[in-house]
Structures are given as structure tokens and as C-alpha cells.
């Protein structure tokens, strides 16, 4: 948990970088809204999750082995177009193992999950919208490319559902939902991993 607090702060750092550029370019800070996507058909109902739905994927309470794959910090705020930070929301991500397969009954190979590896995960935006995830860098599952699923929840509401990918990964240009998207809209949910303090991180910013 040290290590995600950490990387809060250095997000902070960065997105009061971001808003004191925006102010020297003499214009308001807003952004784009984040694009939708559909949700698939492999969200976790709370019956198939594990018992631990943190905001570590990698590491599951009580087992000593962590997930297979390649690790990294996934973080981000969530802010409403004008940049005003939405605390208190309910992000969830879930994705498939480093195999490609996914925790969820109606994948034919769910047999196959990586048991270290938790799948699905949550985290609450603190007062400044900021969340993090620890967990691994996403895998090819047949017929589409690597991405991470991610849902927004305000309260009980459901405000967005998309999709997370990899920038420049060569199995987008191949994969109709991401090239469904414009090229602003793609940049909006796709990752950059750059070396953090944990290790490679990535930051998506959402606004809704
Ligand atoms: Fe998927």
C-alpha cells in the first residue's frame, strides 16, 4: 500500500503541473470527455470475483505468490470537463490474465485464470479525484487488442464504462473498437508507461 500512496502524490505533482502550464497558456483547463466503449461480455458479477477486490490485482490476500505478467501502477483522476476533481467515485477495472483469459464463467478457457492474479479491482477517488491500481500490463485476448476494461460509478450510478489501451501498440490498428475511435479520443484512453518510483506506470486522466 506504501508503494501506492507514493504514487498518488507524484500524480498530484504532475497534475498541478499540468494545470499551472495550462494556465500560462492563458486558457481555461478543460478537457475532452472520455470516450465511451462497450462494456463486453465479461464483467465480473460480485459472485464470480474473488474475495479480495482492492485496488491490487497483483497480490491477493492470503496467497503468497503474485500474478504472473508484467507489473505496473495504473492511475489517474477523474475530473468533470472543466477540471473540477470528482472524489468519492467508484472506479472499477477487470481484465484478462497474461494468458488472455478471463475470470468469468462464459470464457471457455476460465479454468485456465492465473489463481495469483485477482482479475477485477476497485478504488474510491480521493478529494483531489485521484485513483491508482496496481496490476499488469494488458494481454492479447483472441481477436482483440490488449486493453484493460474500466467502469465509473457516482454513488449507485454507473456514469462511464470504456476501455483502456496500450499507445502504439502495433494489434490496435486490427481491432474495430479502437479503431472505431477518433485519434484524440484513442490518446485519451491509451497508456504510456513511463519508470516511476514502483516501476512503470501509466496515467489516464477520465472527464465526465
Ligand atoms: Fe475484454
Redesign the pocket.
Known amino acids: 500500500m506504501t508503494l501506492l500512496k507514493k504514487s498518488r502524490r507524484s500524480l498530484l505533482a504532475g497534475f498541478a503541473g499540468l494545470m499551472s502550464s495550462s494556465m500560462i497558456a492563458g486558457k481555461a483547463f478543460a478537457g475532452v470527455l472520455t470516450p465511451r466503449a462497450a462494456e463486453?461480455?465479461?464483467y465480473p458479477t460480485p459472485a464470480m470475483r474473488t474475495p479480495d477486490i482492492d485496488n491490487d490485482l497483483v497480490k491477493i490476500v492470503g496467497l503468497v505468490q503474485e500474478a504472473g505478467g508484467e507489473i505496473f501502477t495504473l492511475h489517474g483522476s477523474v475530473m468533470d470537463t472543466d477540471g473540477r476533481p470528482r472524489a468519492g467515485h467508484r472506479i472499477e477495472i477487470?481484465?484478462?490474465d497474461m494468458e488472455g483469459n478471463?475470470m468469468h464463467p462464459r470464457d471457455s478457457r476460465s479454468a485456465n485464470f492465473d489463481p495469483a492474479f485477482q482479475g477485477f479491482g476497485h478504488d474510491i477517488t480521493d478529494g483531489t479525484g485521484s485513483y491508482v491500481f496496481r496490476t499488469i500490463k494488458s494481454a492479447i485476448?483472441p481477436g482483440?487488442t490488449p486493453?484493460i476494461?474500466v467502469k465509473v460509478f457516482d454513488g449507485d450510478r454507473e456514469i462511464l464504462t470504456t476501455?483502456f489501451y496500450i499507445k502504439d501498440d502495433p494489434n490496435n490498428a486490427r481491432d474495430g473498437l479502437f479503431n472505431r475511435m477518433s485519434e484524440i479520443d484513442a490518446d485519451a484512453v491509451s497508456m504510456v508507461f513511463v519508470e516511476g518510483e514502483a516501476g512503470p506506470e501509466a496515467t489516464i486522466n477520465m472527464f465526465i
Open positions: 463486453g461480455p465479461y477487470w481484465q484478462c478471463y485476448y482483440r486493453h476494461h476501455q
